[in-house]
């Protein structure tokens, strides 16, 4: 008995079908990115994502371009100087690739532990034994080794296509007659994607390259597009169809604008399997593409898992992070984590324990079934270690900095000394910021850099020049009531505590006053300090030639923007 299934497309604003119209209007030398943004079109496929949402860069765009250089494995076009200069140039990182170098010896690389001659050897045998196919079928769109190897962008880069064929995403090279006939032949499906295959012929009547329903290299389509209008779809199906087993943190989506989601699959169309957020792949290396074929899906459904989030711990730089699994290690840096992972926190290098009653040494937090971080014991609280000279560098006050002000678009010339508060802050003296710039208040921290340690020559960011820099986010001068004439630099990312680099200590219990000795101009912006309990106490700042102004009268302010800013670091 014959069905109809009907299929409507959803209409979602802001992009369109490839036989559609754009929704906004994009000037004839422009890229619509998406978002009422556009750039220039001898940007697109350049192997650099100009969009910000890099749809620019993105195989529906690309695939169909015309390269002189080195092409992409996504369609891009770099320069063929670009080919393993071990630089990123291709986004996808296709240009670094040792198989692109022509090398004798590469062919043993592929031949592996294969004999026989022209043969590949798949890289994840089940058992010791080598496992080996023809080479003839590397890069065919179809996988012959279980794992998938021989249809791998690590071995099908190289490839290049003729001039009837069209190659896939991955590199592999099928016929043109296959694009878009509702039949997975690459194996990542890409010759099925909707950015190529919106609008298209049925399977008897399937469009050549030059066809209008494969769109230009210039046309705005991306791969998970679905047309801005609806299109009614009818399915004549007998009883082929294979249901949806899907499960909590599972959902689906197609290459095809005729398939609906939890509605019974047609017979011959391929799905991909997502997971949602918070939920893994039990297997990273599973292909989660499948074929309904008849009544069946062609493979085994992937299982999924709920996985825990990255620990907040992990960004605080006040922090050093453990992560095992199982006894193992593995990088606590990762974005999700299996259930039963531990974590443990300490404190990091240049940081040491606050004493706290029952506070425990070290922070543990273990990865539990629903998603959710458990923690067993609490974090230790963690302060910079301050005022301590490192035994290495004597002659280094590794709480002091020096300030640059940018004279042009790129050079930078010394204006003076600061001091290390805290890992975000520095102090220095008003005199250290140009009058001219306090009426732009909002922009002030754009003419200034921070460098590690005690230097005065002028350098450019375009030039090689040795110096650890570090961009301020904001100029706060102190209130003129505490009349000490300083302000303090925030800055956007913290310095890392080490020997040279370390906060000066802060002591609200040392009296200091006023002095009016006369200074060296290149100490302005500079601490003093004295030593109390073998570390270096901040007394004054030098902010005129002839006048210090102590601390003490800065103290409350200053620990009060330390605290607020530590705060913010650690959400």
Request: aromatic fraction near 8%; charge should be negative; charged fraction near 25%.
């Amino acid at each position: 008995m014959w069905h109809h299934f009907i299929i409507i497309c959803a209409t979602i604003l802001g992009t369109r079908l490839a036989t559609g119209s754009l929704t906004t209007s994009c000037p004839a030398d422009k890229f619509h990115c998406g978002n009422n943004s556009f750039i220039d079109k001898g940007k697109i496929c350049n192997g650099v994502k100009d969009c910000a949402n890099g749809n620019d860069e993105r195989f529906g765009v690309c695939f169909n371009t015309t390269c002189p250089g080195f092409r992409c494995n996504y369609g891009g076009c770099v320069d063929i100087s670009a080919v393993n200069d071990n630089k990123t140039d291709c986004w996808d990182g296709s240009d670094e690739n040792k198989l692109l170098d022509e090398n004798v010896d590469l062919l043993g690389t592929l031949q592996g532990r294969c004999s026989a001659p022209f043969t590949f050897m798949c890289r994840k045998p089940r058992t010791g034994e080598p496992v080996c196919v023809k080479m003839s079928q590397l890069c065919d769109g179809h996988k012959h080794c279980e794992d998938g190897s021989d249809e791998s962008a690590e071995f099908c880069t190289f490839n290049v296509c003729g001039k009837r064929a069209f190659r896939c995403k991955y590199g592999a090279c099928i016929s043109i007659d296959k694009v878009c006939n509702r039949q997975a032949d690459c194996f990542d499906s890409s010759d099925e994607y909707s950015a190529l295959c919106a609008g298209a012929p049925k399977q008897e009547e399937c469009a050549p390259v030059e066809d209008p329903h494969l769109l230009p290299p210039s046309s705005t389509i991306f791969e998970d597009e679905v047309p801005i209008y609806a299109i009614t779809t009818t399915w004549e199906l007998t009883s082929q169809t294979c249901a949806l087993p899907l499960h909590t943190g599972m959902y689906l989506s197609n290459y095809f604008s005729d398939y609906r989601e939890l509605q019974p699959t047609p017979d011959r169309t391929v799905v991909r399997v997502n997971c949602e957020s918070g939920y893994e792949f039990d297997d990273k290396n599973n292909n989660n593409t499948n074929k309904c074929i008849g009544n069946e899906w062609k493979d085994k459904w992937p299982k999924i898992s709920r996985v825990c989030m990255q620990k907040s711990e992990v960004r605080h730089i006040q922090y050093l992070t453990h992560a095992t699994l199982n006894n193992k290690p593995i990088d606590p840096t990762q974005k999700q984590f299996k259930q039963t992972t531990v974590i443990t926190v300490t404190c990091a290098p240049g940081y040491s324990q606050v004493p706290s009653n029952g506070q425990s040494l070290v922070g543990k937090h273990i990865c539990k079934e629903d998603g959710e971080w458990t923690t067993e014991d609490e974090n230790p609280i963690c302060k910079p270690v301050c005022g301590i000279q490192s035994p290495h560098h004597p002659n280094v006050e590794p709480w002091t900095v020096s300030l640059f002000e940018r004279s042009d678009y790129k050079r930078y010339k010394f204006k003076c000394l600061g001091t290390i508060l805290s890992p975000h802050i520095i102090l220095t003296a008003t005199n250290c910021i140009s009058t001219k710039m306090f009426s732009k208040v909002r922009e002030t921290h754009l003419y200034y850099s921070v460098v590690e340690g005690n230097f005065n020559t002028a350098f450019d960011l375009n030039a090689e020049h040795g110096y650890a820099i570090h961009n301020v986010s904001k100029v706060e001068p102190i209130p003129p009531n505490l009349q000490t004439k300083s302000v303090i630099l925030h800055l956007v990312q913290p310095l890392k505590i080490g020997g040279k680099v370390r906060p000066v200590c802060i002591e609200e219990t040392l009296p200091t006053k006023d002095s009016f000795d006369n200074v060296d101009p290149a100490l302005i912006g500079k601490a003093v300090t004295k030593i109390v309990d073998n570390k270096y106490v901040i007394t004054h700042i030098v902010a005129e030639e002839k006048k210090q102004y102590g601390i003490n009268q800065l103290l409350t302010y200053i620990q009060k923007e330390i605290d607020e800013r530590t705060r913010l670091a650690t959400i």
